[in-house]
């Protein structure tokens, strides 16, 4: 049963390996030479790492003005390096009933009724549900207040728990790496609103 149990999780691991890894490599460094060559080398409307932070990269969408919205990316391996899951998180402008907002991507063949789970350091453990699946992967689209935020930041490790399909008894947990999230999160926030019109008068 067991045996049975590591290969279905593995060959499920791998069902996200593919397009994950497939995505934009980051840039070396974070100096303005590596930024404005990752970002010149990637058409209108494609994604592109603009830096790295830790563990966290910055990901930009290529606009024609330049004003670039952008936001966290992590890949979530498991530890045997497979790509497993994968997290985008942009904060919200003041003022709106979340500090942030977040994408969590599983494999297709994920439990849907377990949901997602992720509990920061030895904190409470917060589910989320499935928000719909694609071809590609399910997906959890989870709102994070300024505790979570906080959280975050004060962290050290993440533990995303997932469930899959075809073994509905067992569990994969993930670690989330939260080294350089502080400040990837205030980076891209300061982007996001030197990129954001003013309101109009």
């Known amino acids: 049963m067991l045996r049975k149990t590591l290969i279905a999780i593995t060959l499920w691991a791998a069902a996200l390996a593919a397009p994950a890894l497939a995505q ?13 060559q990752s970002a010149g080398a990637v058409a209108i409307g494609q994604p592109y790492t603009r830096e790295t932070h830790g563990d966290w990269e910055i990901r930009c969408i290529r606009t024609e003005n330049g004003k670039d919205p952008c936001q966290l990316y992590q890949l979530i391996q498991d530890d ?11 904060p919200f402008p ?4 979340a500090a942030a907002g977040a994408t969590i991507a599983t494999p297709l063949e994920t439990l849907l009724t377990e949901q997602v789970s992720i509990r920061v350091d030895d904190g409470k453990t917060l589910a989320y549900p499935f928000t719909y699946c694609t071809v590609q992967g399910c997906f959890a689209r989870i709102g994070l207040t300024e505790e979570d935020i906080t959280a975050y930041k004060q ?3 993440a533990r995303v728990r997932i469930v ?3 073994t509905p008894d067992s569990e994969v947990i993930l670690a989330m790496s939260l080294k350089g999230f502080t400040d990837a999160f205030e980076a891209v926030r300061a982007l996001n609103e030197e990129n954001t019109p003013p309101p109009q008068q």
């Open 24 to 36: 934009q490599p980051p840039a070396t460094g974070d100096s303005p030479a590596a930024i404005d």
């Open 80 to 90: 045997q390096g497979n790509a497993v899951a994968e997290i985008s998180l942009f």
């Open 94 to 97: 003041p003022g709106q009933p």
């Open 155 to 157: 962290g050290s490790v």
């Open 164 to 166: 899959p399909l075809a």
